[in-house]
């Protein structure tokens, strides 16, 4: 009776796991460039002591993210970027670091450096920060160039400076705790010609709210099926222990 215990117990527990995946998905939900979490259960063998593996239990893991893209939306923004199909911006982050997101809500610091909305700085394909001169009012292209937008017809628009999009494969990523991707074996990523990206647009979240909720309910009649497993397990054993001593 102690296994059907020892299941129930785990499986209950990384329901609630799961839990915490879907809401954290359904939170992000109007969050722009976020890529939905995936979780899947497996069974595992308990490994250790004496005897042969006659135990198992459940294990929760979020083996990867939904790469699809999420809906675009105009805003008109001059510094609102989205990638059209696949690929990335490169963004440094709080260690020193590289990562990617399709986040492109992004504005300028005080000093005119292109930031993201975390207040992460942008790169240019030398792995740099890009900087907006005072004052200058940009576009950006499909090529993922900045430039310059003149106010006089007379006067030509310079390039500023360039974003570094990149399009590794989807399997070399993996997700990090801040939401940002990074390549599973280190590194960074070199730059993608390829890419292109439309200004004035937002990427919006890829969670469909409606499946995740309905993943949520079926996570929490799941749970309730194995406590009551766990319910009627003691119950058994509570009878077995009787009859065992009227014996």
Avoid: C
Avoid at 86 to 96: E, I, K, S, Y
Avoid at 108 to 117: H, N, S, Y
């Amino acid at each position: 009776m102690d296994r059907a215990l020892y299941i129930a117990a785990t499986g209950a527990r990384e329901l609630m796991r799961r839990q915490d995946v879907q809401t954290n998905n359904l939170s992000n939900a109007l969050t722009p460039g976020f890529r939905a979490e995936i979780a899947a259960q497996r069974t595992a063998p308990v490994v250790g002591g004496p005897g042969l593996r006659t135990r198992a239990y459940a294990v929760e893991s979020t083996p990867g993210a939904d790469l699809s893209a999420g809906a675009m939306m105009a805003t008109g923004r001059e510094l609102d970027v989205a990638i059209q199909g696949d690929g990335w911006f490169a963004v440094r982050t709080a260690d020193g670091g590289e990562a990617y997101t399709r986040a492109g809500g992004f504005q300028t610091t005080a000093d005119g450096m292109l930031v993201d909305a975390a207040g992460r700085p942008v790169l240019d394909p030398n792995g740099e920060p890009i900087l907006i001169p005072p004052d200058t009012k940009v576009q950006v292209n499909t090529d993922g160039s900045i430039s310059s937008v003149p106010e006089v017809d007379r006067v030509q628009a310079a390039q500023i400076a360039n974003l570094k999009l990149v399009n590794p494969p989807g399997n070399t990523l993996a997700r990090g705790a801040d939401g940002l991707f990074r390549l599973r074996q280190g590194g960074i990523a070199p730059a993608a010609d390829g890419v292109r990206v439309a200004g004035g647009m937002l990427e919006g979240s890829n969670v469909n709210a409606v499946e995740t909720m309905v993943g949520m309910i079926a996570a929490a009649r799941h749970y309730d099926v194995q406590i009551q497993l766990m319910q009627n397990t003691d119950q058994n054993q509570r009878s077995a222990t009787q009859i065992l001593s009227m014996t």
